[in-house]
């Protein structure tokens, strides 16, 4: 499985921006995809999830402002990023879980300042 993330860029507080990741490869064995992301000086985080089928989890700091969504026709996942805060500023990752374990994409830059 390979996964391509981009989207990211700068954005003002209070803005949304939408970053997006295409999978690739043995696309059919992938049980859930996720959001993580790390922030200057912080550890990376698990942001959302989202199972095949649709069952979605969010960390607390995002819920209500974030959306993990996939489209699979376009083995595409997509996360929603509403109101958002400097602290959100960080490097997204998506990754894919399966039997063989954990693949990541590489990341994409979310900077939210004014």
């Known amino acids: 499985v390979q996964l391509q993330a981009s989207g990211g860029g700068l954005v003002q507080p209070g803005g949304s921006l939408r970053v997006s990741c295409a999978v690739s490869?043995?696309?059919?064995?992938?049980?859930?995809m996720g959001w993580y992301r790390q922030g200057p000086g912080k550890q990376r985080e698990l942001v959302a999830t989202?199972?095949?089928?649709?069952?979605?989890t969010y960390v607390g700091s995002v819920k209500g402002r974030f959306t993990i969504s996939r489209d699979n026709a376009k083995n595409m996942v997509y996360l929603q990023m509403n109101s958002l805060k400097p602290e959100d500023t960080a490097v997204y990752y998506c990754?894919?879980?399966?039997?063989?374990?954990?693949?990541w994409g590489q990341g994409t830059l979310v900077t939210v300042s004014s």
């Open positions: 990754a894919a879980g399966g039997p063989w374990g954990t693949r």
């Open positions: 490869g043995s696309i059919s064995s992938v049980n859930a």
């Open positions: 989202i199972t095949t089928g649709g069952a979605t």
